[in-house]
């Protein structure tokens, strides 16, 4: 059973700087890697999907890695700003099966 | 705009009472599924359905059913409510097909079991 991992669960940082969200996976036999964003209150929205042959994906100020191998994706968010703040999750999803595996999450907070 | 909607957004409801959250999806979508979503534990897969009369059980299925009679809706019954069935319910859909893997989701269900 695929199993994900996020940590840290929250983390704090000022307006302007880098944030890195980790995320990891036990089994590598994967199909694709998915991250999202939920608002509070709010449902998730698609932010980045990266397939098992891709090494990363970009949008706008979003960047996300993965390396099968290791069992590991980063997400990174250049810039910080205040809009940024929510709750990222990661998912992953198996060869032949379009569900997904959810990670718990990380809520970031980005201070004015 | 293609959406998907939940109804009703917040619900209470006692203990043995049986509760059908709606699940509505204009994508036309062949993939549709139900999450729970509960502090600690992320989302958790409670059913899902790859097409009209297909349904399947996820991770966290006991004391929940679903049907799909159509491509739009995926209702989801909890038969005999339960306290530990109070959490917050997300509805997602899917196309089928390389690169189409990406989920949509609906605002939620919150539910409360009295």
Same mark, same amino acid.
């Given at each position: 059973? =695929? *199993? ?10 000022? *307006?302007? *700087? ?32 990266? =397939?098992?042959?891709?090494? *990363?994906?970009? %949008? ?8 099968? %191998? ?8 250049? #810039? %910080?700003?205040?809009?940024?703040? #929510? ?13 997904? %595996?959810?990670? #718990? ?8 | ?6 109804? $009703? ?9 049986? @509760? ?31 097409? @009209? ?6 991770? @966290?299925?006991?004391?929940?059913? @679903? ?18 069935? /109070? ?14 893997? /990406?989920?949509?989701?609906? $605002? ?7």
């Amino acid at each position: 059973k =695929q *199993e994900v991992t996020q940590i840290p669960a929250a983390l704090s940082v000022p *307006e302007g *700087e880098n944030l890195v969200l980790n995320c990891s996976f036990t089994d590598s036999a994967i199909y694709n890697l998915q991250w999202f964003r939920q608002d509070p209150g709010k449902g998730l929205t698609s932010l980045l999907l990266i =397939q098992s042959s891709q090494r *990363e994906q970009t %949008s706008g100020r979003l960047n996300a890695s993965l390396d099968k %191998s290791s069992g590991r994706s980063t997400l990174y968010i250049a #810039a %910080s700003q205040p809009g940024d703040s #929510a709750t990222y999750l990661c998912a992953v999803g198996a060869f032949g099966d379009y569900k997904l %595996s959810f990670g #718990a999450g990380t809520t970031v907070t980005v201070r004015a | 705009d293609a959406e998907i909607t939940q109804s $009703p957004r917040h619900k209470i409801t006692e203990t043995g009472r049986q @509760v059908t959250l709606a699940c509505h999806q204009t994508w036309n979508h062949n993939n549709m599924f139900w999450y729970r979503q509960d502090l600690g534990h992320g989302l958790r897969l409670i059913h899902y359905s790859y097409g @009209v009369h297909d349904t399947n059980k996820g991770e @966290v299925s006991d004391g929940y059913s @679903v049907s799909r009679s159509n491509t739009e809706d995926l209702p989801l019954t909890l038969e005999s409510a339960a306290s530990s069935q /109070t959490s917050v319910y997300f509805c997602a859909s899917s196309e089928t097909g390389q690169g189409q893997e /990406t989920q949509y989701f609906g $605002p939620g269900t919150r539910l409360l079991v009295l």
